[in-house]
């Protein structure tokens, strides 16, 4: 099992900024491919963000450019800045977490999801 702490969000005026933060931990895993996706009611949710094995990172169309995914050393916790915020990025984001498995010389996600409970970002024209 792996526990997921999300904080951030809030309110902000459109071109404004605000930062996500997420966190993982457990007892089977030390390392994390982590990443932010947001939900509007009625839609599918969508990837905002995401770091994976290797460390690479990969950007939903509508955030390029605008925000950006940081992981820390340890891999346990990702930062997610969002800047010049428009009032279609309103939604839920979630954090996904997977776990980072050693296979076969090579680093990768484990095909296992554990999400946040998600975090309300709301912006306003």
């Known amino acids: 099992q792996v526990h997921v702490v999300e904080s951030g969000g809030g309110s902000v005026q459109s071109g404004g900024s605000l930062t996500l933060s997420c966190a993982a931990s457990g007892n089977t895993w030390s390392t994390y491919c982590m990443g932010w996706f947001h939900q509007v009611p009625g839609k599918q949710r969508e990837k905002v963000a995401f770091i994976d094995a290797d460390g690479g990172t990969t950007y939903g169309d509508s955030v390029k450019g605008r925000f950006i995914l940081s992981q820390d050393n340890d891999k346990t916790t990702v930062t997610l800045r969002m800047n010049t915020l428009k009032p279609e990025d309103t939604a839920m984001y979630f954090c996904?977490?997977?776990?980072?498995?050693?296979?076969?010389?090579?680093?990768?996600?484990?095909?296992?999801?554990?999400w946040g409970q998600g975090t309300q970002v709301t912006v306003s024209s």
């Open positions: 996904l977490v997977k776990p980072r498995i050693w296979v076969a010389g090579n680093w990768q996600c484990f095909d296992r999801d554990f």
